[in-house]
Protein backbone atom coordinates (compact mmCIF):
# COMPACT_ATOMS: atom_id res chain seq x y z
CA UNK A 1 0.00 0.00 0.00
CA UNK A 2 1.20 3.60 -1.08
CA UNK A 3 -0.66 6.75 0.77
CA UNK A 4 -1.27 9.55 -1.85
CA UNK A 5 -3.61 12.70 -1.00
CA UNK A 6 -4.22 10.83 2.28
CA UNK A 7 -5.67 7.84 0.80
CA UNK A 8 -4.49 4.27 0.44
CA UNK A 9 -3.69 2.87 -2.98
CA UNK A 10 -2.47 -0.20 -3.84
CA UNK A 11 1.21 -0.59 -4.60
CA UNK A 12 1.66 -2.58 -7.96
CA UNK A 13 4.53 -3.43 -8.75
CA UNK A 14 5.87 -0.67 -11.64
CA UNK A 15 2.64 0.75 -11.87
CA UNK A 16 2.78 4.05 -9.91
CA UNK A 17 2.97 5.91 -12.90
CA UNK A 18 1.93 5.70 -16.75
CA UNK A 19 4.93 4.13 -19.22
CA UNK A 20 5.09 2.19 -22.25
CA UNK A 21 5.03 -0.97 -20.60
CA UNK A 22 2.32 -0.82 -18.73
CA UNK A 23 0.13 1.25 -20.91
CA UNK A 24 -1.44 -1.89 -22.20
CA UNK A 25 -2.49 -4.67 -19.87
CA UNK A 26 -0.65 -7.99 -19.91
CA UNK A 27 -3.25 -10.42 -20.89
CA UNK A 28 -3.84 -8.17 -24.19
CA UNK A 29 -0.37 -8.14 -24.65
CA UNK A 30 -0.44 -11.67 -24.44
CA UNK A 31 -3.44 -12.15 -26.79
CA UNK A 32 -1.84 -10.45 -29.38
CA UNK A 33 1.48 -13.24 -29.40
CA UNK A 34 -1.63 -15.78 -30.69
CA UNK A 35 -4.36 -12.63 -32.92
CA UNK A 36 -3.15 -11.17 -35.80
CA UNK A 37 -6.04 -8.95 -35.01
CA UNK A 38 -5.46 -8.35 -31.84
CA UNK A 39 -1.78 -7.56 -32.39
CA UNK A 40 -2.88 -5.01 -34.99
CA UNK A 41 -4.93 -3.37 -32.67
CA UNK A 42 -2.37 -2.96 -30.31
CA UNK A 43 0.03 -1.37 -33.16
CA UNK A 44 -2.20 0.99 -33.32
CA UNK A 45 -3.02 1.96 -29.52
CA UNK A 46 0.74 1.92 -29.17
CA UNK A 47 1.41 4.64 -31.96
CA UNK A 48 -1.47 6.38 -31.01
CA UNK A 49 0.46 6.33 -26.90
CA UNK A 50 3.53 7.12 -28.12
CA UNK A 51 2.41 10.43 -30.16
CA UNK A 52 0.97 11.63 -27.77
CA UNK A 53 3.35 11.56 -25.27
CA UNK A 54 5.73 13.30 -28.24
CA UNK A 55 3.37 15.49 -28.09
CA UNK A 56 2.93 16.56 -23.94
CA UNK A 57 6.92 17.07 -24.33
CA UNK A 58 6.63 19.87 -26.75
CA UNK A 59 3.64 21.57 -24.25
CA UNK A 60 5.11 24.95 -22.24
CA UNK A 61 4.75 24.28 -18.39
CA UNK A 62 4.52 27.83 -18.13
CA UNK A 63 1.71 28.36 -20.48
CA UNK A 64 0.22 25.74 -18.96
CA UNK A 65 0.57 26.82 -15.22
CA UNK A 66 -0.79 30.18 -16.37
CA UNK A 67 -3.71 28.61 -18.31
CA UNK A 68 -4.10 26.33 -14.79
CA UNK A 69 -3.70 29.53 -12.39
CA UNK A 70 -6.38 31.67 -14.39
CA UNK A 71 -9.00 28.86 -14.44
CA UNK A 72 -8.55 28.00 -11.18
CA UNK A 73 -8.99 31.60 -9.69
CA UNK A 74 -11.63 32.47 -12.57
CA UNK A 75 -13.85 29.46 -11.22
CA UNK A 76 -13.39 29.61 -7.53
CA UNK A 77 -11.63 26.24 -7.46
CA UNK A 78 -8.74 25.73 -4.46
CA UNK A 79 -6.32 22.92 -3.61
CA UNK A 80 -6.25 20.47 -1.51
CA UNK A 81 -3.67 18.40 -0.22
CA UNK A 82 -5.56 15.81 1.20
CA UNK A 83 -8.63 13.72 -0.09
CA UNK A 84 -10.19 13.04 3.37
CA UNK A 85 -10.98 16.90 3.70
CA UNK A 86 -13.35 16.42 1.10
CA UNK A 87 -15.09 12.94 2.15
CA UNK A 88 -18.62 12.68 1.24
CA UNK A 89 -18.53 16.23 -0.37
CA UNK A 90 -20.18 16.24 -4.21
CA UNK A 91 -18.78 18.66 -6.36
CA UNK A 92 -16.27 19.40 -9.56
CA UNK A 93 -12.43 18.41 -9.16
CA UNK A 94 -9.29 18.87 -11.48
CA UNK A 95 -6.63 16.24 -11.56
CA UNK A 96 -3.48 17.94 -12.91
CA UNK A 97 -0.38 15.85 -14.87
CA UNK A 98 2.08 18.32 -13.80
CA UNK A 99 4.43 15.99 -15.88
CA UNK A 100 2.17 16.02 -18.90
CA UNK A 101 0.60 19.71 -18.81
CA UNK A 102 -2.32 18.16 -18.73
CA UNK A 103 -5.58 18.13 -16.95
CA UNK A 104 -8.43 16.26 -16.31
CA UNK A 105 -12.04 17.94 -15.31
CA UNK A 106 -14.44 15.80 -13.17
CA UNK A 107 -17.54 15.33 -11.53
CA UNK A 108 -18.60 13.54 -8.09
CA UNK A 109 -22.40 13.85 -7.40
CA UNK A 110 -23.11 10.04 -6.35
CA UNK A 111 -21.98 7.85 -4.31
CA UNK A 112 -19.37 9.11 -1.45
CA UNK A 113 -18.18 12.16 -2.99
CA UNK A 114 -14.94 13.85 -4.43
CA UNK A 115 -12.76 11.55 -2.28
CA UNK A 116 -14.20 8.14 -3.55
CA UNK A 117 -14.23 9.15 -7.29
CA UNK A 118 -10.71 10.56 -7.64
CA UNK A 119 -9.08 7.18 -6.94
CA UNK A 120 -11.24 5.50 -9.08
CA UNK A 121 -9.68 7.17 -11.83
CA UNK A 122 -6.48 5.78 -9.93
CA UNK A 123 -7.69 2.08 -9.96
CA UNK A 124 -9.07 1.57 -13.50
CA UNK A 125 -7.56 -0.62 -15.74
CA UNK A 126 -8.60 0.32 -19.66
CA UNK A 127 -8.76 -2.93 -22.31
CA UNK A 128 -7.29 -3.03 -25.16
CA UNK A 129 -10.81 -2.43 -26.92
CA UNK A 130 -11.43 0.11 -24.56
CA UNK A 131 -7.53 1.89 -25.75
CA UNK A 132 -8.87 1.53 -29.41
CA UNK A 133 -12.09 2.84 -28.85
CA UNK A 134 -11.18 6.56 -29.27
CA UNK A 135 -9.33 7.04 -32.65
CA UNK A 136 -8.40 10.74 -31.99
CA UNK A 137 -8.51 13.09 -29.71
CA UNK A 138 -6.19 12.61 -26.29
CA UNK A 139 -5.56 9.66 -23.92
CA UNK A 140 -8.04 8.64 -21.08
CA UNK A 141 -7.60 9.82 -17.97
CA UNK A 142 -7.74 6.25 -16.51
CA UNK A 143 -5.03 5.52 -18.59
CA UNK A 144 -2.57 7.16 -16.45
CA UNK A 145 -1.58 6.34 -12.30
CA UNK A 146 -1.82 7.09 -9.23
CA UNK A 147 1.37 8.91 -9.21
CA UNK A 148 0.93 11.13 -12.46
CA UNK A 149 -1.82 12.83 -10.27
CA UNK A 150 0.83 15.64 -8.49
CA UNK A 151 -1.93 18.06 -7.92
CA UNK A 152 -5.78 18.38 -7.14
CA UNK A 153 -8.21 21.38 -6.84
CA UNK A 154 -11.92 21.23 -5.98
CA UNK A 155 -14.94 23.45 -6.36
CA UNK A 156 -17.40 22.00 -3.09
CA UNK A 157 -20.80 21.75 -3.24
CA UNK A 158 -21.81 22.76 0.36
CA UNK A 159 -25.24 23.46 -0.23
CA UNK A 160 -25.80 20.15 -0.89
CA UNK A 161 -27.82 20.73 -4.13
CA UNK A 162 -25.30 18.88 -6.52
CA UNK A 163 -26.90 15.64 -5.89
CA UNK A 164 -30.76 16.38 -6.95
CA UNK A 165 -29.85 17.06 -10.79
CA UNK A 166 -27.13 15.30 -12.09
CA UNK A 167 -27.72 16.51 -15.65
CA UNK A 168 -27.51 19.98 -14.49
CA UNK A 169 -24.22 18.63 -12.91
CA UNK A 170 -22.82 17.08 -16.06
CA UNK A 171 -23.45 20.52 -18.55
CA UNK A 172 -21.85 22.70 -15.52
CA UNK A 173 -18.68 20.33 -16.11
CA UNK A 174 -18.92 20.55 -19.72
CA UNK A 175 -19.21 24.56 -19.81
CA UNK A 176 -16.01 24.11 -17.18
CA UNK A 177 -14.32 21.95 -19.94
CA UNK A 178 -14.87 24.50 -22.27
CA UNK A 179 -12.43 26.64 -20.76
CA UNK A 180 -9.65 24.92 -20.27
CA UNK A 181 -7.67 25.02 -23.50
CA UNK A 182 -7.93 21.35 -25.37
CA UNK A 183 -4.25 21.46 -25.74
CA UNK A 184 -3.81 20.71 -21.76
CA UNK A 185 -6.99 19.29 -21.43
CA UNK A 186 -7.83 15.65 -21.56
CA UNK A 187 -11.42 15.76 -21.38
CA UNK A 188 -12.48 15.15 -24.68
CA UNK A 189 -16.06 13.89 -24.61
CA UNK A 190 -18.24 16.82 -26.37
CA UNK A 191 -21.55 15.08 -25.16
CA UNK A 192 -21.90 18.24 -22.27
CA UNK A 193 -20.06 21.25 -24.26
CA UNK A 194 -23.34 23.62 -24.25
CA UNK A 195 -24.01 24.53 -27.35
CA UNK A 196 -22.73 28.09 -27.69
CA UNK A 197 -19.11 26.38 -26.95
CA UNK A 198 -19.52 23.28 -29.45
CA UNK A 199 -18.71 24.10 -32.88
CA UNK A 200 -15.03 26.05 -31.20
CA UNK A 201 -14.34 23.26 -28.99
CA UNK A 202 -14.64 20.48 -31.98
CA UNK A 203 -12.47 22.84 -34.18
CA UNK A 204 -9.88 23.07 -31.51
CA UNK A 205 -10.02 19.02 -31.07
CA UNK A 206 -9.49 19.18 -34.88
CA UNK A 207 -6.81 20.92 -35.08
CA UNK A 208 -4.83 19.33 -32.19
CA UNK A 209 -5.34 15.89 -33.75
CA UNK A 210 -3.41 17.49 -37.06
CA UNK A 211 -0.97 18.45 -35.23
CA UNK A 212 -0.57 15.06 -32.96
CA UNK A 213 -1.68 12.59 -35.89
CA UNK A 214 -1.49 14.47 -38.86
CA UNK A 215 -4.99 13.59 -40.06
CA UNK A 216 -8.49 13.85 -38.03
CA UNK A 217 -11.67 12.10 -38.11
CA UNK A 218 -12.24 15.32 -40.86
CA UNK A 219 -9.75 14.51 -43.13
CA UNK A 220 -9.85 10.51 -42.94
CA UNK A 221 -13.94 10.72 -43.98
CA UNK A 222 -13.02 12.88 -47.56
CA UNK A 223 -9.95 10.19 -48.06
CA UNK A 224 -12.89 7.24 -47.71
CA UNK A 225 -15.24 9.44 -49.99
CA UNK A 226 -12.06 9.49 -52.87
CA UNK A 227 -11.58 6.09 -52.89
CA UNK A 228 -15.26 5.66 -53.09
CA UNK A 229 -15.92 4.40 -57.13
CA UNK A 230 -17.33 7.26 -58.87
CA UNK A 231 -20.43 6.09 -61.33
CA UNK A 232 -20.10 6.93 -65.22
CA UNK A 233 -21.23 10.44 -66.18
CA UNK A 234 -23.15 10.79 -68.70
Known amino acids: MITHFGVNIRNREGELKLTGDNY ?20 RVMARF ?3 MDDFKSLSKDKFNEELDRFVSSNKFYEIKDLNSVAGIYGHYIMVLDEY ?21 WRDRLSLSRLD ?12 RV ?7 VWRD ?5 FEDYTFNELHEGKLVAQFPIDYCLNSVMNNIPKEFFHQ ?7 RDLRVYGKNWRTERLAKNDQKPRGNKI
Open 158 to 162: DECTF
Open 201 to 207: RMRDRDL
Open 101 to 121: CQVYIGTASRNEGIKARIPQH
Open 147 to 153: KDTTRIF
Open 24 to 43: VRKIDKDDAIFSEKVKLKLD
Open 133 to 144: RGEYGSLHIDSF
Open 50 to 52: NLN
